[in-house]
């Protein structure tokens, strides 16, 4: 027999499963330990498997509980944006937003976007991911992160995804301005150098990773795998590795010590779009968000 399954039990099981523990989810859910092992066991009856294994260090998620894991996650958040967007439609301008941004964008559009989004709407909490689309995919899918300003690569993009062209930006070969390489028009004359590049996991640092290897460089060449902008800037500025970042960005961060090279042969455009979940709306102030990053990428 299937019982009914509650928004209650379910809510029950995402914090287990984020907290670890039977005892720490009822702390956080302001419920009792036997109350909160109720709904748990009562979401079980209801889906006729196991979720949850009880050790001694708290609770693991079987295979079961793993499946329905990513489904609950998902439920949790599409409600909370449901009542976030009936809220902003009936004019309470309040929630979260979680935006996902490349460290390019982080630099650029960024502070003047989010100034602007905060005079209009100052009651909206945003929290800021930075990294490459491949690091908040995951968030993506599951509702955590409700949009991405970053790089596309010239794959296919998965198809739950759904991606907005908004604008592109060079990409430049960058070294300290002495470097015995300053002088250098050809990618294959820097096929020596240490270079030190973000993971290429997608999107431009994977186009680029495919450029270089074209030019001679092999697939295990970049010494120094560094997903920090500013760290990277660091390295290039006191050694002789050379990197790439979009153009203009050194001397936006008064990295005068540093060059961008000129070369014949030169680096991947960087093709930026905004990037959500495949057919779900955003929300209206999430929406006004996603708007001053089209607005700010055609004026700068």
């Keep these: ?7 209650h039990q379910i809510r029950a ?55 329905f894991d990513q489904h609950a996650h998902l439920i949790i958040e599409e409600l909370r944006r449901a009542r976030e967007n009936v809220e902003q439609l009936n004019g309470v301008l309040r929630g979260q937003i979680v935006l996902g941004v490349s460290a390019t964008v982080a630099r650029t559009l960024l502070p003047q976007v989010v100034a602007r989004f ?21 968030g993506l ?60 996991r997608s999107g431009y640092y994977a186009d ?8 001679g460089f092999a697939r295990d060449q970049v010494s120094v795998v560094c997903d920090s902008f500013t760290t990277s800037l660091n390295l290039l500025q006191h050694s002789d590795m050379v990197g790439a970042f979009a153009s203009q960005m050194t001397a936006q961060h008064g990295m005068g010590e540093l060059v961008e090279l000129m070369l014949e042969d030169p680096l991947p455009v960087a093709a930026f779009h905004l990037v959500k979940r495949r057919g779900v709306p955003l929300t209206p102030v999430a929406s006004r968000l996603a708007r001053l990053f089209e607005i700010e990428s055609r004026a700068s």
């Design 208 to 215: 680029l990773a495919d450029t270089l290897e074209r030019h």
């Design 1 to 7: 027999m299937q019982y009914p399954i509650k928004l």
């Design 118 to 138: 905060r005079r209009e709407l100052p009651n909206v909490k945003l929290r800021v991911i930075e990294g490459q689309l491949s690091s908040m995919a995951a």
């Design 141 to 200: 899918r599951d509702g955590n992160v409700d949009f991405s300003i970053n790089t596309v690569s010239s794959g296919v993009l998965e198809s739950d995804l759904e991606a907005q062209p908004l604008f592109t930006k060079p990409f430049v070969v960058v070294m300290r301005r002495n470097h015995p390489k300053s002088g250098a028009r050809h990618l294959r004359e820097l096929i020596d150098c240490d270079w030190v590049l973000p993971t290429a």
């Design 13 to 67: 099981f995402v914090e287990v499963s984020r907290c670890g523990s039977i005892r720490g989810a009822a702390r956080e859910l302001g419920l009792s330990q036997p109350a909160l092992t109720k709904a748990i066991r009562e979401l079980e009856e209801g889906l006729g498997a196991a979720l949850l294994l009880r050790t001694s260090q708290g609770v693991t998620l079987t295979d079961s509980g793993r499946a």
